[in-house]
Structures are given as structure tokens and as C-alpha cells.
């Protein structure tokens, strides 16, 4: 069982950046892919990027790639997300998802569990 909770969201004008982390408790945090989410009001949860259990991995959706920059801290149960140049698009609550399996994954189905998301609003 892996509980997790992400901070760090809140409200920044165009052009900003924020920084969400999500801590998970326990201390089986490296045998999970780690992944970052976003669900717009009105719109299906969309994959960001996706970080494998040892960080050597990275996938990266089209509308993160130059922009997010995930990594992980295994010694400190956290995975990251850097987020830059931030747009008003952006604004969504933003999940942390862990897989137990050893293989990245864009499904959110494929993901065992969930944080309860922050919110992340960008203003004009």
C-alpha cells in the first residue's frame, strides 16, 4: 500500500513556475514508476510524463516536452514536477500516480495509486 500527497500547486501568472512534489509513505517507493497527471475541469485526466523506479527512464507527453521536467528522490519517497513557462492551459489539478509494475506506462488504468491532486491554476 502507497499513499500519496502532492504539494506545491497554487496560482501563477503566464509565463511562471511551480514546482509539485508528491511524498508517499512507506519504503517500497523505488519499486514503483512514478507518474504525473492533469485533469482540466470539464476534460478527461490527461499523462504527463512518467519516470521510471530508478529515474533512468523518462516519457514525456507532447504538451510537457521542454517545458516539465519530472525526477524522483528515492531516499526521500518523492517524485518531482518542474514546470515552466506555464500557460493558462495548464491550469488542471495536477495527480501523482504510482505503477507497480516495471514498464512506463501512458494509462491511467495501468496506475495502482493515486494522490488526491493539487490544484494549479495560471492566470493571463
Known amino acids: 500500500q502507497v499513499q500519496l500527497v502532492e504539494s506545491g500547486g497554487g496560482l501563477v501568472q503566464a509565463g511562471g513556475s511551480l514546482r509539485l512534489s508528491c511524498a508517499a509513505s512507506?519504503?517500497?517507493?523505488?519499486?514503483?514508476?512514478m507518474g504525473w497527471f492533469r485533469q482540466a475541469p470539464g476534460k478527461e485526466r490527461e499523462f504527463l510524463v512518467d519516470?521510471?523506479?530508478?529515474?533512468?527512464?523518462?516519457d514525456y507527453a507532447d504538451s510537457g516536452k521542454g517545458r516539465f521536467t519530472i525526477s524522483r528522490d528515492n531516499a526521500k519517497n518523492t517524485v518531482y514536477l518542474e514546470m515552466n513557462s506555464l500557460k493558462p492551459e495548464d491550469t488542471a489539478v495536477y495527480y501523482c500516480?504510482?505503477?507497480?509494475?516495471?514498464?512506463?506506462?501512458?494509462?491511467?488504468?495501468?496506475?495502482?495509486?493515486w494522490g488526491q491532486g493539487t490544484q494549479v491554476t495560471v492566470s493571463s
Open positions: 500516480a504510482a505503477r507497480g509494475q516495471d514498464s512506463l506506462s501512458r494509462q491511467s488504468h495501468d496506475y495502482d495509486y
Open positions: 512507506g519504503r517500497t517507493f523505488s519499486s514503483y514508476v
Open positions: 519516470i521510471s523506479r530508478r529515474g533512468l527512464s523518462t
